[in-house]
């Protein structure tokens, strides 16, 4: 019998439930996001149904489409944005998510806390750090963070409670999760956002909260062309 989501599921939290305990963590201590990015409310209604509750979308649009109707459906969804955020879009990200990971401009910061004080939401942001450097891909540099994270909460008064990164494929990604743990702590930052499908077990051993994990759970992603 083929295998089904709930079933890759299961076994997901199972594991992060096994690096819990291997890693001298508390069990729960950690938030399994799932990551549902580019699949439709047919295939993420029996995960829901399963009793996953907290996902993350990549787009604002996207999401705007699909969940409010799953909302309706399954009371208790927490909405995570994971993925980069313009800020012609900060009216939408507000009104349709409850916790943002990818803030990495001043621009953007100011955007969100505008939105935020005429919704009166007040969401938890993480701050993603670009911990490769690599030009292609957002977030801050490590170097800039000390400075940003200052900015948000004291300038902007975002409510920052954490870091957020992803590591460049190409290399291991333990050294980036323990640089983003350093930070975090150095910024007294008790969240952490990082591992993904192939490195999520890693990413807990280096105190991660919240795993971003998508295909070990929905399977194979088709991208549009």
Wanted: aromatic share 6%; hydrophobic share 40%; proline share 5%.
């Amino acid at each position: 019998m083929a295998e089904t989501a709930t079933d890759r599921l299961n076994r997901v939290l199972s594991d992060i439930r096994a690096a819990e305990v291997d890693n001298g963590r508390t069990e729960g201590s950690a938030t399994l996001v799932a990551v549902s990015k580019t699949f439709d409310a047919d295939d993420i209604r029996p995960v829901l149904a399963a009793g996953q509750r907290v996902f993350g979308e990549n787009r604002v649009q996207e999401a705007m489409g699909k969940w409010p109707a799953l909302r309706d459906e399954f009371p208790g969804v927490e909405l995570h944005l994971i993925g980069p955020l313009q800020s012609n879009k900060a009216k939408e990200a507000v009104a349709t998510f409850d916790v943002i990971h990818t803030i990495d401009r001043e621009k953007i910061a100011k955007a969100l806390k505008t939105e935020m004080v005429k919704q009166d939401r007040d969401l938890p942001c993480f701050i993603q750090v670009n911990t490769g450097e690599e030009p292609q891909k957002a977030g801050i540099s490590p170097a800039d963070l000390d400075a940003f994270v200052a900015t948000c909460r004291d300038d902007v008064e975002l409510n920052v409670i954490g870091l957020m990164c992803i590591p460049p494929v190409e290399e291991a990604p333990g050294p980036h999760f323990a640089l983003l743990q350093k930070m975090a702590a150095r910024n007294n930052l008790a969240q952490l956002s990082m591992g993904m499908s192939s490195d999520y077990e890693i990413a807990l051993g280096f105190g991660a909260t919240h795993v971003r994990v998508g295909s070990a759970i929905f399977g194979h992603r088709d991208y549009p062309a």
